[in-house]
């Protein structure tokens, strides 16, 4: 996704961390409504997404008032689930992600625009996906049945791949992902992409590092490459095997900190030969963040290594989450070398965003919200 689309979604929420970051712990009342919160979202998405796997049905009439009723329902959840999010930046930032989505899907169904509100529908996956992917995790029995096997055998690999992560079931999306990999009639570029998407489950969610490091060495050698893509696939494969020989230390931050090290000198470097190294330290930190609850300048390090770290990952969802956690590290820690580094790459990565696009240049409201950070990451 275009850097300007990236950097426009970071000005659509730059007032969501604060808000977030006002937030509680969560009482137990509020963790069972968040619970049936998002098994609603999860019933409602099968029902979307089964139609909107079909193009046909998905714009058939007879179908309207599921479509529309559905997209409703899903908001309204979503926006409950980001106010009630307590400090889980994260996730009360992807609940408020996917309330836009569906709301723009609705609006352009409501309008009779049907292949924007499908596309716009198939793009709140993605937020699904960055959602499941965020922490080390099993597959999902209750997914088997998310949408019908008839359906799922339709769609292209890719996309049945995305969908199975979207729903938890990992393994199957790699077995999907490891089967196309390997395939002669996948064009080298569609390798490359492929092996992207592959090891954000591989290394994040399972990490499963030796069957990673395995694949790819077959993928890489399936078909010409690029020689800057296939030095970037040794890199991959390299780091695979040298993070699965060392057990993970007790300092998640501090390892964080080791992983990271390459990616700091250039954080928005087009070299993307570091992604094993930043997947690893996002699992590592998403994982740290859930269990340790830490707060103070701990908090903010954590976050600003998880802002680098998403920087470096660049999902192809294009959801700002590196902008999301670099702010929470500056509002997390003000006047801190913390916040002052968390600035410096947050302001870069939203500036050239933005200077890369057609209009080349930034929205006042989204220069106003830089230099309020600025002055918070000084202490002001």
Known sequence: MPR????????????????????GPLVAAEERGLRDAMQLIFERMRELV????VPERFGASDNATTVIEALREIGDQAAMVSEHAGTDVGSGFLASSLDRYTGWALRNYEWGQIPAARSLVLEAV????????RLPSGD??????????????????????RLLAATRRFDDAMTTLESELTAPSTSPASRVELMREYLLVAVRVRGELGRAASTLRAARDAGELPEASRTAVSAWVADLDEIGRHPIPEDD????RWLLQGSAADPLSDDHSDLVRALAASAVLNRFLEREKPDGERLAEAYLLLGLAEARIDEPAGLPEAELYLESAILGAPGTPIAKVAFALLSKKVRRGFESGPEGKMPEE???????????????
């Open 253 to 256: 931050v501090l390892y964080s």
């Open 4 to 23: 300007r689309a990236r950097s426009a979604r970071f000005a659509l929420g730059v007032c969501l961390v604060a808000a977030i970051a006002a937030g």
């Open 50 to 53: 089964s139609l909107a796997a």
């Open 140 to 161: 999902s029995p209750v997914a088997e049945d998310f949408v019908a096997s008839d359906t799922l055998a339709r769609m292209a690999p890719r996309e049945r791949a």
């Open 366 to 380: 989204v220069m106003r919200h830089l230099a309020a950070l600025e002055a918070r990451s000084r202490g002001e």
């Open 126 to 133: 993605e937020v699904c996906i960055a959602c499941h992917t």
